[in-house]
């Protein structure tokens, strides 16, 4: 799962995996209790698991442009990827008489994580410069060649930029990870091979199948009536009944209503009640208690927007933002501090080997390096990415951003090499919350890079919004490109499978990307308009993400400023997330760890303008919770299952709804509880 406040679990919760206390996971160990259960498979990377990863993954990315436009997150494939490319994979097998393992079926995975991934541009930056007239007259249609060539420097950019942080997040850190490790699960639970784990897969297969066309079938509905298959109105009618203005105001005004987003029912099907409770704190805070008050007297004019009204400073959503801001980041460099070693190690280590190429190149004899730090990592050497394939990668890609940063979007050199720096610590901050709670806050990250470049020397305003909004661009792409390959590296370091493989099928998989992720672009933008036009007032598509990025760029490029109350406690909050690392790592019992206040996640919430969003993922956690309980067996090996099968099922709805709307189907034809002549519709 993957959040823009990107607008996409420390510690989960499920007994049989005890890593997620972070405890040390002897991955070798296991895989070697295990390997009378599985396969022989002489190789692992194979085209057929490449090709149907990533044509999985176009499903994905269809759904993540949807949620991205529609309420500013986005999700991963992984399990989707696991699980129907298993039951595909499978087949083909048996039908072509050749071997089939976890593996492979790794492999299958991580392609449909590349390839369904890379929307994050086109639900933020890219629209955003449409609406602000900084790309001229023209038109997505007339920007195809740019629009690709961004896509490509996005998708291998952020993919080798990853490679070298593995040692410090998956070995080291040992993060959770919640839907890489779901993978992992999944995968080994549908390979064992036992008569009850063949049923389990058939089981999982159509638990994710009925969940995806359940989910499906409810968004569809719900575009012909919105009032009863979308937001439920409660409070607004209890407090109509009860003539209780307050209660009216709260649904209203501000947002807390029930949803049948049974993608984010799913979300919190998955996500650690710290999280969960985490994140509702911090949106209650922000946008049920504060923000309201505040309101009411006259200091904040409402809950978004970005452009203050006098006499008020500005919104909630604005107020709110650096201080979610501020706990997000010094939360994840606070944990970075806490695990200095293995990340300098790492370095140490790629320095070392770039001196050793160098001097082959010389023909000099290869330095020793001397170390007293012992890696954990298990894996064999010639599973390994070589350094020099990341680093060429890495630098290759670097001068490709740099050239299409400049030539098609008049963006100067030093500012996207600057950029591109600043990603590298922003990495960081997506790849540590990612880790711990399943979100990845690509928004927050944006919102950095927007600061950083708020100024640069240039008398044209367009340059220099451009400049702004492109270079954050960068290091939102970066920071989703980083977590998924990630994940994949942490999926396949549980199952045991090679990080050189992941990364081939990575590769393939942004391929189908690049092809896919434009023309859903011009599909959308065709469908509905508004989506580029701001002054379309009445949208299907709130496309929060849009605008916070462009409204936050008016606000750091022109005359806006920052309320100084807002400044204060964005200091407060930082130093609040330093101590609280500090606490949790040296004082906090480990049993006590996983009820821990997650900070990140009460950022997450400060920055979301949408209660609805938490709530329902209260609510698909506390289901969760009632079938651990009562089902405890039937939770073990169908949760992710149907976790995925909603959260892609609303996606896909989403392209269905899409495709009525260009075809001129009218949507909202039958408004049941939508309030007075439909306006909460």
């Given at each position: ?17 005890k890593?997620?206390q972070?405890e ?33 993954g176009c ?81 997505p ?129 998955m ?38 009204v ?56 290869a ?49 996207t ?29 944006a ?101 916070a ?15 100084q ?7 407060v ?36 303008p ?33 976790s ?38």
């Amino acid at each position: 799962m993957s959040a823009q406040v990107n607008e996409k679990a420390e510690y989960n919760e499920y007994p049989q995996e005890k890593t997620l206390q972070h405890e040390a996971v002897d991955v070798k160990e296991n895989m070697e209790e295990e390997e009378e259960e599985y396969v022989y498979e002489p190789q692992q990377f194979t085209w057929r698991a490449a090709i149907v990863g990533s044509l999985l993954g176009c499903v994905v990315a269809a759904s993540n442009l949807y949620l991205g436009l529609k309420i500013g997150w986005t999700f991963g494939a992984a399990l989707w990827g696991s699980i129907f490319g298993f039951l595909i994979l499978k087949s083909i097998s048996r039908m072509t008489g050749t071997v089939f393992g976890p593996k492979e079926n790794a492999v299958c995975q991580a392609a449909a994580t590349s390839a369904g991934g890379l929307s994050s541009g086109f639900v933020t930056a890219i629209p955003a410069m449409y609406r602000m007239g900084l790309m001229g007259n023209s038109t997505p249609k007339d920007d195809v060649v740019a629009l690709l060539l961004w896509t490509a420097a996005a998708a291998f950019f952020g993919m080798f930029f990853a490679v070298p942080l593995r040692s410090h997040f998956v070995i080291n850190q040992n993060l959770v990870f919640p839907t890489p490790r779901a993978a992992a699960e999944t995968i080994k639970n549908l390979h064992k091979a036992s008569s009850a784990a063949a049923k389990d897969a058939r089981d999982s297969g159509r638990a994710m199948m009925w969940s995806f066309i359940i989910a499906m079938a409810f968004a569809i509905v719900g575009f012909f009536i919105p009032g009863l298959f979308t937001e439920v109105h409660i409070l607004w009618y209890i407090g109509n009944a009860a003539s209780y203005v307050a209660m009216m105001n709260a649904d209203a005004a501000w947002g807390w209503t029930f949803t049948w987003d049974f993608a984010f029912f799913g979300a919190g099907l998955m996500t650690p009640g710290s999280t969960v409770w985490s994140f509702l704190l911090g949106e209650l805070i922000a946008f049920g208690i504060a923000g309201p008050l505040m309101t009411d007297s006259g200091y904040l004019g409402g809950r978004t927007g970005f452009i203050p009204v006098a006499p008020a400073v500005g919104s909630a959503q604005s107020w709110f933002l650096w201080p979610g801001v501020g706990m997000m980041v010094f939360t994840a460099f606070s944990e970075l501090g806490a695990n200095y070693k293995s990340l300098a190690a790492a370095v140490m280590a790629a320095v070392h080997e770039a001196r050793n190429y160098i001097r082959k190149l010389s023909k000099k004899d290869a330095l020793v390096r001397q170390t007293d730090y012992v890696s954990k990592d298990t894996t064999p050497e010639h599973e390994l990415i070589p350094t020099s394939w990341w680093a060429g990668g890495l630098l290759l890609s670097g001068v490709f951003t740099i050239l299409v940063m400049y030539f098609n979007f008049n963006v100067p050199v030093y500012a996207t090499i600057g950029a591109i720096i600043l990603s590298f610590l922003l990495a960081f901050v997506g790849l540590q919350a990612s880790g711990e709670t399943d979100i990845n806050p690509t928004g927050a990250v944006a919102k950095v890079t927007q600061l950083v470049f708020s100024r640069i020397p240039n008398s044209d305003i367009k340059v220099v919004q451009k400049t702004n909004l492109m270079c954050a661009n960068i290091a939102a792409s970066v920071c989703s490109q980083s977590v998924d390959m990630v994940g994949d590296l942490k999926t396949a370091h549980l199952i045991g499978a090679s990080p050189r493989a992941m990364l081939w099928a990575q590769l393939v998989g942004s391929v189908f990307a690049i092809g896919i992720a434009v023309p859903l672009f011009l599909l959308y933008t065709e469908a509905y308009p508004c989506v580029l036009d701001e002054t379309i007032k009445n949208c299907q598509f709130g496309a929060p993400a849009v605008v916070a990025w462009a409204n936050v760029c008016r606000i750091l490029t022109g005359d806006g400023s920052v309320p100084q109350a807002s400044m204060i406690l964005t200091i407060v909050l930082c130093i609040l997330a330093v101590i609280n690392i500090i606490v949790r790592v040296k004082f906090v019992p480990d049993r006590l760890k996983p009820y821990w206040i997650n900070l990140n996640a009460v950022g997450l919430g400060f920055i979301n303008p949408s209660p609805a969003i938490p709530v329902a993922m209260l609510i698909g956690w506390t289901s969760g919770q009632i079938w651990k309980r009562t089902s405890p067996k039937s939770h073990e090996r169908l949760m992710y299952s149907i976790s995925a099968g909603l959260i892609a099922g609303v996606g896909i709805a989403g392209l269905v709804n899409a495709a009525m709307t260009i075809g001129g189907v009218k949507g909202g034809a039958v408004l049941v509880g939508c309030g007075p002549e439909g306006k909460l519709c």
